[in-house]
C-alpha cells in the first residue's frame, strides 16, 4: 500500500483524504457487521436458543440506521467532490502539452515539432495536458499523480497537474484500445527547472518532412493496427522493406514462393485472402476493393518501392 | 428430513415425459428449470474462460495464451456472464420457478408469452455468440461495444447490438408477465403488503425490465442508422460524439445491475426468516427500499463516465445521486441482521450462503462508494478495482444469491435432499477461493493496475499469482458445489414438502410441486411471515 500514500503531485492529498475516509468508514463497520454476525450464529444459535422471539420491527431503529448512513455517505460524497473539483480549475500559467494517444503508444508534443515518447516535466510547475486521440478512445493514467482523463476523438479533454517530487512514475493507457492496449504505456519524469530546460533545448525536431501519400493512405485506413511498419509481428505480416523479397506463401492450400511485386501488392490489396503469407491466418482481413481506389492502390505500391516500407 | 414422502401423487417433473413436454411446456416451473439449465451451462463456459485468463495473468508476459486471444476471452467473458447468465439469471429461473407458487396461484398471468420469452432468450443469447464470430473476427471489443474501437473493428457491432435487444426483449415480456401476474393473481386475501418480499422484489426489478431495456432498442437503430445512412451519431468521422453512446449504453446498463441484484436480495430475504424461525425484521422499509433501489438506479448511470469528458456539475451531480442509491442498500443489509437477532438459527447451507452475501455485498458496496466518489473514482477507473467491485456485486451478491436460493428451493423443486456436508464444503472452497481471486485486485486496482490488460508490470507480480491461485480454488469450490447438486436430483434422500419449516405458501405444498401447484387456490388471512407455532418449540 505504500504506493497509495505516496502521492507525487499537488491533487494527490485531496484524493486520499477521501480514500481514508471512505476506507476508514467501510472498515468500522465491516468489522462491526461480522462481529455481529458472529455473535449471532453463537448466542442465538439453535442449539442453544429454542424459543425464537417474535419482534418484527422498530421505528427508532429504523429512522437510525436510514439517517445515520445518510450523513456518513454525504461525507463521502463532499470529500469526494473537494478532492476532485480542483482537477477542473487549471490554472492560468500552467505549461501546456499536448498528448497525442494513438493505438499503441503515446506522443508527447511540446510544440515546435518538439515530440517525445515519454513525458518529461520540471517540477513544481503546473503542466496541462491537451488530450488529443488520432483514432480511437484511450485514456492517460498517472496513478502516482492520481489524474487520469479519457483521450476521445473529437473531443478537447484536458487534465491538469503539479508534480511535487522528483522520479519516474507509470502512464498507462485505461481505456481499452484493442490488441496491444496492456503495451501502451509510458513513463514520466519530473526533473528539476534547469534540467528539464536543457532537455527541451536538446529535444530533437522530429523529421517533418511532406509524408509520402502512400503512408498517409495506409495510415487513414487504419492498415497499421494490423500491419507494423518497423518488422513487428501484430496480426498481419509486417509492412518493413517488403518491396521485391521473396515471400512464402499459401494458396489454395499449397505452399508456394512469390516475389512482392506490383502484381503482388494490388493483389494482397484486393484478394487479401488469395495468396496468405506463411503463418498467419486467413479470414481476417476484408477486401479493399470497395474502399480504396486504384490510384490510391497505385500510390502505396509506389510507397513501398521507393521508401521501402520503412520510416 | 426421513419422513417418507408419497411418490405416487404425480408432480410437474412427471406428469408428462420426454423432450417435447419440456420444450413446448407452458408450465411455469418446467420454464424455469428449463432457463436454469441454459444458464448453468452458459456460466460455466464462460467461468471457465475466466479460468484461462487468470492462468493467463499468473505470470507477466505471454504464458499460455496470445494478447488476441486474451481479448477475446474477456469479451465473450463479459458478454455472456451479463447478457446471459446474470441479467436474466435469478428473475428467470426462481422467479419463474416460485412467483406463482408465493402468491398463491397456478402460473403467470401469460403462459404461452413465458414459454415465448425463452425462445427469444434462446435465440438472442445464439446472435450474442454469432455476433462475436461473423465475418470471421475474433471478438475483441469488450462487453461494453464502446465506438469507435467496436465500429473499426468490423460490423458485428450492430449483431451484438440486435443480440442485446433480442435478449433485453426476453427481459421485457418476463418482466411484464410478472407486474401483470402481480397484480392480477394474489390470492384472495393476499392484500400488497402481504405478500412475501421476493414477489416483491421480482417486482421492482419488473418495472426496470420493462422501463430500461427499450433505451438499447433506441439505440440499435441509431447505429444503424449510421451505418446504412451514414448519419453522425456515435462516429466521430461523420461528426458524431462518441461519448453519446456511453451514456445510451449505460442509461440501459447500469439499471440492468440493478435487475441483477434485486431478486438476489429478495431470495436473501426470504432465507433469513425460515433459518431463524422469526418474522421479517422491517417488511416495509425492505418493500420501499427495493422501490427506492429501482426508481434512483435510473439516474445514476453517469458514474461509468467520470473520466470521459463530462462537465464537471455533471460529474459531481451523478456522484450525488450514487450516493443515494446507497441507502436503500444499507438499510436492508441492517434489517436483515435485525431478522436474525433473537431468533433460532440454524446454519444450514442456505443460510451460510445468504450470510456471505452479506458480507460480500457489503464489501462490494463500499468500494462502490470509493467508485462514487468523484476523487477516488479518478484514480481507480477502469483498474483492476472496478473489476474487484463488481464481481463482488455480481458474484458475491447475485451469484451467491443465486447459490442461496438454489440450496434453499432445491428440495421443493426436486423433492429430493443434496448432501448438506458436501454443501459447506463446496461453499468453503468457493468462498475462500472468491476472496482469495477478488480482493487483491482492490489493492492493485489503487496502485494503478488497469484492467483489460493482457500483460503487467511486474511490480503486480504477487497480487496477480494470488489472484490466480484462488482462481484455482473457487473453480473447484464450484465444481464441488454443483455437483453435489447434480448428483442428488435423481440419488439423493427424499425431502419432506417443508424441510426447513418455512411458512410462504410454496412450504405449504408437496415436494415436488404438483402440476398446477393447487388443488385449491388458498386464502390468506394473515401476514407472510408469522411464526405462530416455532419448530424449536
Known amino acids: ?311 | 428430513m426421513n419422513n417418507p414422502s408419497p411418490t405416487a401423487p404425480l408432480n410437474f417433473l412427471n406428469h408428462k415425459t420426454g423432450l417435447w413436454s419440456w420444450l413446448s411446456s407452458t408450465d411455469h416451473k418446467r420454464i424455469g428449470l428449463l432457463y436454469l439449465y441454459a444458464i448453468t451451462t452458459f456460466f460455466l463456459s464462460a467461468a471457465v474462460l475466466g479460468l484461462l485468463m487468470k492462468i493467463e495473468k499468473v505470470a507477466p508476459g505471454e504464458t499460455i495464451m496470445t494478447a488476441q486471444t486474451y481479448n477475446a476471452m474477456f469479451t465473450l467473458h463479459g458478454i455472456i456472464m451479463i447478457f446471459i447468465v446474470v441479467i436474466p439469471g435469478l428473475a428467470a429461473v426462481f422467479g419463474n420457478i416460485m412467483l406463482p407458487i408465493m402468491i398463491g396461484a397456478k402460473d403467470v398471468a401469460f403462459p404461452k408469452l413465458n414459454l415465448f420469452s425463452f425462445y427469444v432468450y434462446i435465440t438472442g443469447a445464439c446472435l450474442g455468440l454469432y455476433s462475436q464470430f461473423a465475418h470471421g473476427h475474433s471478438p475483441d471489443t469488450g462487453w461494453t461495444f464502446y465506438v469507435p474501437y467496436s465500429a473499426e473493428a468490423s460490423s458485428n457491432v450492430v449483431i451484438a447490438l440486435t443480440a442485446a435487444f433480442t435478449l433485453g426483449f426476453a427481459s421485457i415480456l418476463t418482466g411484464l408477465n410478472f407486474i401483470v401476474t402481480i397484480h392480477r393473481m394474489r390470492a384472495p386475501g393476499m392484500t400488497w403488503f402481504r405478500m412475501p418480499l421476493f414477489p416483491w422484489s421480482l417486482y421492482a426489478t419488473a418495472w426496470i425490465q420493462l422501463l430500461a431495456t427499450p433505451v438499447v432498442g433506441i439505440t440499435l437503430l441509431m447505429v444503424i442508422a449510421e451505418r446504412t445512412l451514414h448519419i453522425g451519431f456515435f462516429d466521430p468521422a461523420l461528426g458524431g460524439d462518441p461519448v453519446l453512446y456511453q451514456h445510451l449504453f449505460w442509461i440501459y446498463s447500469h439499471p440492468a445491475v440493478y435487475v441483477m441484484i434485486l431478486p438476489a436480495m429478495g431470495v436473501v430475504t426470504e432465507i433469513f426468516p425460515t433459518f431463524s424461525q422469526k418474522p421479517v425484521f422491517g417488511y416495509l422499509p425492505i418493500v420501499f427500499s427495493s422501490l427506492a433501489i429501482a426508481l434512483v438506479g435510473y439516474f445514476v448511470w453517469g458514474h461509468h463516465m467520470f473520466t470521459s469528458g463530462m462537465s464537471y456539475e455533471s460529474r459531481w451531480f451523478f456522484s450525488f445521486l450514487t450516493f443515494l442509491v446507497a441507502i436503500p442498500s444499507a438499510i436492508k443489509v441492517f434489517n436483515w441482521l435485525s431478522t436474525m437477532y433473537g431468533g433460532s438459527v440454524d446454519l444450514q447451507p442456505p443460510l451460510l450462503y445468504a450470510i456471505s452475501f452479506i458480507f460480500l455485498f457489503t464489501i462490494g458496496g463500499f468500494t462502490g462508494l470509493t467508485l462514487g466518489s468523484v476523487a477516488t473514482d479518478i484514480q481507480v477507473h477502469n483498474t483492476d478495482f472496478v473489476v474487484a467491485h463488481f464481481h463482488y456485486i455480481i458474484f458475491g451478491g447475485m451469484g451467491f444469491g443465486f447459490f442461496a436460493g438454489m440450496h434453499y428451493w432445491y428440495p421443493k423443486i426436486y423433492g429430493r435432499m443434496y448432501n448438506i456436508r458436501w454443501a459447506n464444503i463446496g461453499w468453503g472452497i468457493l468462498f475462500t477461493g472468491f476472496n482469495l481471486l477478488y480482493f487483491p485486485m482492490f489493492i492493485m486496482g489503487i496502485q494503478g493496475m488497469p484492467r483489460r490488460y493482457f500483460d503487467y508490470d511486474p511490480k503486480f507480480q504477487l497480487g496477480q499469482t494470488i489472484s490466480t491461485i484462488g482462481a484455482i480454488i473457487l473453480f473447484t469450490g464450484l465444481i464441488t458445489m454443483i455437483s453435489n447438486l447434480i448428483y442428488h436430483v435423481r440419488r439423493g434422500a427424499i425431502a419432506p414438502a417443508n424441510p426447513w419449516h418455512g411458512v410462504t405458501l410454496e412450504w405449504q405444498i408437496p415436494s415436488p410441486p404438483p402440476h398446477e401447484n393447487f388443488d385449491e387456490i388458498p386464502v390468506i388471512t394473515r401476514d407472510p411471515y408469522v411464526f405462530d407455532n416455532p419448530y424449536t418449540k
Open chain 1, 1 to 311: 500500500m505504500t504506493t497509495m500514500f505516496s502521492g507525487a503531485s499537488n491533487l494527490a492529498e485531496g484524493v486520499d483524504r477521501a480514500f481514508i475516509f471512505i476506507f476508514a468508514t467501510a472498515f468500522i463497520f465491516l468489522i462491526g457487521i461480522v462481529a455481529l454476525i458472529i455473535y449471532i450464529l453463537i448466542h442465538f444459535s439453535r442449539k442453544k436458543n429454542k424459543s425464537p422471539q417474535q419482534f418484527s420491527g422498530n421505528t427508532k431503529l429504523e429512522i437510525i440506521w436510514t439517517v445515520v448512513p445518510l450523513i456518513l455517505v454525504l461525507i463521502m460524497f463532499y470529500y469526494g467532490w473537494v478532492g476532485f473539483s480542483p482537477m477542473r480549475k487549471v490554472p492560468a500559467d500552467a505549461m501546456q502539452i499536448k498528448a497525442i494517444g494513438k493505438m499503441w503508444e503515446w506522443n508527447f508534443d511540446y510544440g515546435n515539432g518538439k515530440i517525445s515518447k515519454d513525458l518529461v516535466v520540471p517540477l513544481n510547475r503546473n503542466v496541462k495536458m491537451n488530450l488529443y486521440s488520432a483514432d480511437v478512445n484511450h485514456s492517460l493514467f498517472i496513478p502516482a499523480f492520481r489524474v487520469k482523463e479519457d483521450v476521445i476523438p473529437g473531443y478537447n479533454n484536458y487534465l491538469w497537474f503539479r508534480p511535487i517530487s522528483k522520479g519516474t512514475f507509470d502512464i498507462f493507457c485505461t481505456e481499452y484500445c484493442g490488441l496491444a492496449h496492456s503495451g501502451m504505456t509510458a513513463k514520466v519524469i519530473v526533473v528539476d527547472s534547469l534540467e528539464f530546460n536543457k532537455w527541451l533545448a536538446d529535444l530533437k525536431v522530429a523529421a517533418s518532412g511532406p509524408e509520402h501519400p502512400g503512408l498517409a493512405i495506409i495510415k487513414a485506413n487504419a492498415c497499421l493496427t494490423c500491419h507494423s511498419l518497423d518488422g513487428t509481428k501484430i496480426i498481419g505480416p509486417s509492412l518493413k522493406g517488403i518491396y521485391g523479397t521473396k515471400r512464402t506463401v499459401v494458396t489454395n492450400n499449397t505452399e508456394r514462393e512469390v516475389v512482392a511485386d506490383d502484381e503482388y501488392i494490388k493483389r494482397s490489396i484486393l484478394d487479401p485472402n488469395a495468396d496468405v503469407v506463411k503463418g498467419f491466418n486467413k479470414g481476417l482481413m476484408q477486401s479493399y476493393k470497395e474502399t480504396l481506389k486504384a490510384e490510391d492502390i497505385d500510390k502505396i505500391v509506389d510507397y513501398f518501392k521507393t521508401a521501402g516500407g520503412q520510416k
